[in-house]
């Protein structure tokens, strides 16, 4: 890979990564058209640490505080500063266990079989009007201090979903805590958050899995598209949320159902290869 191509996919994935779009698709709809090939899921999860880096940063008061205050409760001679603060780290580690348990579960599979354009295209589509749906009748009441244990279980499973290429990992927590009635940013504040454990475990396993199959050659693109992919990223975050605070999802959905269509247009054509 190119230096060049380096900075385009660390790009796509900054800007899609937070978006529920899905940067898996994007990652991989990207690449028949690099002339390295597709960059494969091993190198898309590196390069995730970049994203996660800048949840890490515009988080971080957030993510310190509920950090310490779950580390107070399990020393007894500490002061618990926020129940509230600590429930929450628990919530997160509740809502973590779906996606590692899966994701070892079900590894090869989601390196190979699931990468399978058809599947991306109809995920895309999917995925993309069951947000719609939820956005439209979503309570939309709910603050995040009221998540309880059982949704924070549900909106780990559905994070799990993004293991398949075209849900989106963000899209499929989002569309989770609209149906379940919590308003906009709580459900997307809480996918931020659910993310870190999750993404950032995934991008240091394959590293270390993957570290002897590194070349000379290979470092500096990874570090490259790793380091793109956290500048976008951050901007991405702040524009996000702002926009969601006064508007819907709906010109997700219509990105997504058209992204699909042009895909599975693509397939039926011959002009790329499904797998």
């Avoid at 390069?47 to 310190?64: C, H, M, N, P, S």
């Amino acid at each position: 890979m190119s230096i060049i191509e380096a900075i385009l996919v660390g790009l796509l994935q900054g800007l899609t990564e937070f978006l529920p779009i899905s940067s898996s698709a994007h990652l991989r709809l990207a690449g028949p058209f690099l002339t390295s090939g597709d960059p494969g899921a091993a190198f898309t999860a590196v390069i995730q640490i970049g994203t996660e880096a800048a949840v890490l940063l515009y988080f971080r008061k957030d993510i310190w505080r509920i950090a310490d205050a779950w580390i107070r409760q399990l020393l007894p001679s500490a002061e618990n500063r926020d129940p509230a603060d600590a429930r929450m780290g628990w919530l997160i580690i509740i809502g973590t266990l779906p996606i590692a348990i899966l994701g070892v579960t079900f590894k090869d599979a989601i390196e190979t079989n699931l990468r399978n354009m058809y599947i991306t295209a109809t995920m895309l589509i999917a995925f993309g009007l069951l947000l719609g749906l939820a956005d439209y009748l979503g309570r939309r009441t709910r603050p995040l201090d009221q998540l309880s244990w059982k949704h924070g279980l549900i909106f780990g499973f559905a994070q799990a979903m993004a293991l398949i290429p075209g849900v989106s990992r963000s899209g499929g927590t989002i569309t989770a805590g609209l149906a379940m009635g919590y308003t906009r940013e709580a459900a997307a504040r809480y996918s931020f958050l659910l993310a870190v454990p999750a993404v950032l475990a995934s991008g240091f396993y394959q590293l270390y899995n993957y570290w002897g199959d590194f070349t000379s050659s290979m470092a500096m693109p990874t570090i490259v598209a790793t380091l793109v992919a956290f500048v976008s990223g951050y901007v991405v975050i702040v524009g996000f949320l702002k926009l969601i605070s006064t508007r819907s999802y709906m010109i997700f959905v219509v990105y997504r159902v058209l992204l699909g269509s042009v895909i599975l247009a693509c397939l039926a054509a011959g002009v790329i290869d499904p797998v």
